[in-house]
């Protein structure tokens, strides 16, 4: 393990007002860094007492370094965030899918603009609040996951690039997230007691189909079984994603409706009864839009190859075997069926390296394989897929 601790180095950390940015900031000065805390503000919002919650949450960043004795700062990318995110995050629902913004701000804001921007002001590291580690291992920099398998953040961070990662640390990859409301709490820091923050940062704690209506119009359609019985009316294909049983407000006498599939032409939703209904499970995928961390990795492969995967983030690891690598479409077959393969998700891979779990990098599901419906098949008796999407 590398030794980050290094007399006189700067470490810019990207404070965002809330308790794990400002233990990271804490833990960095107690090791001799030279630490500035850099606010980075993406999104503008009112709200209904007329206080912008990014002018709150920079108070909070003020009270924190200031208690720490650090300087601080603050730098805008509102714009481009807009324009690489939130106009992304928009385009995806209207056509029919289901986004995670989470992953392209790391990839397109945080680890690119607010990365050269700290570079830029003179720092040698940049620093965040996330839950995985960097880890040096025969000279190349490791994505790694963090030591609370709970907080484990490495899913979200896949997109990252070997030459950004060997300037980022992660002083809390090693802690478990009661660990670091211990550690606020002997600092006295402001942020001890706040509340952490839950769902896409632009809608917060609102109500998610208001929020989407004010950007987008979708129609109302069908909710369809498999064989084309019209069981009700949805508000818009777009709002629905696989695997989904809350909010369908469907009834009747049976086990609760699940959504199976989406005909985003037609503008039907498909449903069916039962949380383990075969049409929910598939035991391969494949996936385009890929990225290593470490951009020689495709030249090494040996396939098929062993692997690990997770189609979602609290999804605990899948064993699979990467099949093949043709025109930069990745096959990849599970050992298990996975619940509520979903297109335009992402699915992440790992392998155990020294001991530790590597992220290796990942893609954007671009199909999934027949499922065990279409191939009429029976599902084993015990499936482990993991905690579905939405329930």
């Not at 209904?48 to 730098?75: M, N, R, T, W």
């Not at 030459?163 to 992660?170: A, C, D, E, Q």
């Not at 290593?292 to 699979?320: G, N, S, W």
Request: glycine share 8%; hydrophobic share 35%.
């Amino acid at each position: 393990m590398i030794n980050w601790a290094m007399e006189g180095k700067t470490v810019i950390v990207g404070m965002s007002g809330g308790v794990d940015s400002s233990v990271a900031a804490a833990l960095l000065k107690e090791q001799g860094y030279r630490v500035i805390g850099l606010f980075m503000k993406n999104w503008e919002e009112i709200d209904e007492f007329g206080v912008c919650q990014a002018s709150k949450d920079y108070e909070d960043v003020i009270k924190v370094c200031e208690s720490l004795d650090i300087p601080y700062y603050s730098v805008e990318f509102v714009e481009e965030y807009r324009d690489n995110v939130f106009k992304y995050f928009l385009s995806e629902y209207e056509a029919g899918y289901t986004p995670n913004p989470d992953i392209l701000c790391n990839r397109e804001i945080k680890f690119k603009v607010f990365f050269e921007k700290a570079m830029e002001l003179g720092a040698d590291y940049l620093a965040t609040g996330h839950y995985c580690q960097h880890l040096e291992n025969n000279g190349r920099s490791l994505l790694v996951k963090g030591d609370d398998p709970r907080k484990d953040q490495t899913y979200f961070l896949y997109t990252m690039q070997e030459s950004i990662l060997k300037k980022v640390l992660f002083p809390l990859g090693h802690l478990e997230k009661s660990k670091v409301r211990e550690i606020a709490e002997k600092y006295n820091l402001a942020t001890k007691a706040k509340k952490d923050s839950t769902g896409i940062c632009f809608i917060g704690e609102r109500n998610f189909k208001n929020f989407l209506s004010q950007y987008i119009q979708l129609k109302t359609g069908s909710f369809e079984t498999l064989s084309g019985e019209v069981v009700g009316e949805h508000d818009g294909a777009a709002y629905y994603t696989i695997g989904q049983r809350k909010g369908l407000r469907l009834g009747g006498q049976g086990e609760p409706w699940f959504v199976v599939d989406k005909d985003i032409e037609r503008n039907v939703v498909i449903v069916e009864r039962g949380e383990r209904h075969p049409a929910l499970y598939a035991d391969e995928l494949w996936a385009n839009e890929l990225s290593f961390v470490h951009t020689d990795f495709i030249e090494k492969l040996e396939l098929p190859m062993r692997l690990k995967a997770k189609i979602r983030y609290r999804q605990p690891d899948q064993e699979c075997t990467l099949m093949s690598l043709n025109n930069g479409v990745a096959h990849v077959v599970f050992d298990q069926p996975q619940r509520a393969i979903t297109i335009r998700q992402s699915v992440v891979f790992y392998h155990e390296v020294g001991g530790n779990t590597v992220c290796l990098g990942g893609g954007m599901i671009k199909e999934r394989g027949k499922t065990y419906f279409e191939r009429e098949l029976d599902l084993p008796s015990i499936v482990d897929s993991g905690v579905s999407p939405h329930q």
